[in-house]
């Protein structure tokens, strides 16, 4: 089974800095990687899939890169509503599971 | 623009079994999408459960495929989550989604709003 290790864990920060997160898969999954959104209260929301590719209406200051294990979602400037938690997930082919990482928390400094 | 929507017991009684449903509105569930559930336990991460296609092909997280049965209601637009034999570590907010032919049919598109599921005596 392949495993999402997300660091770090809380990201503290202030409106306008820029955010980097990582997700690090214990075996390459080429680029079948997305992003999610979720705020307290919330059902998570897709950002981010097939590693780089924005979902629609997401906003341009939100990116992804990588391949293989290492991906990393990037916040160009944190708007107020961008303070939530983060969440990376994989599809493995075989067996077919879907799996989630533990998560990262920006939260405001 | 699908939605989602959960419904079901807030609370279960231990060794009972979980039920719950989703329905669907704004799309036909027998289109080519897969339906998902998907839990989130108080303070951790998210876990897939499985997923079942309008015709009933079906793949379920090992780690609970003995305990777990997913139904599609086609008539009824709506789809359905058994969970058997439920402990106190099942108590979770259960969140249906699909996943879409757009994206591969790989990641959670849409979600339901959640409804927590309470296990307990």
Same mark, same amino acid.
């Given at each position: ?6 660091? &770090? ?5 202030? &409106? ?23 705020? &307290? ?13 924005? *979902?629609?209406?997401? &906003? ?6 990588? *391949? ?42 | ?6 419904? =079901? @017991?807030?609370?279960?009684? @231990? ?7 989703? $329905? ?8 080519? !999408? ?7 336990? @108080? ?6 459960? =499985? ?9 379920? !997280? @090992? ?10 209601? !086609?008539?009824? !637009? ?9 402990? $106190? ?22 979600? =339901? ?9």
């Amino acid at each position: 089974e392949i495993v999402l290790t997300q660091s &770090p864990a809380t990201l503290s920060l202030s &409106p306008g800095e820029g955010a980097t997160l990582s997700c690090r898969a214990s075996q390459s999954i080429s680029t079948f990687l997305a992003w999610y959104q979720q705020k &307290p209260g919330q059902a998570p929301r897709l950002l981010l899939y097939d590693a780089s590719k924005r *979902a629609t209406g997401v &906003p341009a200051r939100f990116s992804g890169s990588g *391949a293989g294990t290492d991906f990393t979602l990037t916040i160009s400037s944190l708007e107020p509503e961008d303070f939530a938690v983060y969440h990376c997930q994989l599809r493995s082919n075989w067996p077919p599971v879907l799996t989630f990482g533990g998560g990262t928390k920006v939260e405001s400094k | 623009q699908v939605q989602l929507q959960e419904s =079901g @017991p807030g609370l279960v009684k @231990p060794s009972g079994t979980l039920s719950l449903t989703c $329905a669907v509105s704004g799309d036909s569930i027998s289109s080519h !999408n897969w339906w998902s559930w998907v839990r989130q336990s @108080p303070g951790k991460g998210l876990e897939w459960i =499985g997923e079942i296609y309008h015709s009933g092909s079906s793949d379920y !997280n @090992p780690s609970l495929q003995s305990r777990v049965t997913l139904s599609v209601d !086609n008539s009824k !637009n709506q789809f359905s989550l058994k969970l058997t034999s439920v402990t $106190a570590a099942d108590s979770a907010v259960y969140y249906c989604a699909l996943k879409l032919p757009t994206t591969g049919w790989n990641y959670f598109d849409s979600w =339901g709003q959640g409804i927590l599921v309470t296990v307990s005596s």
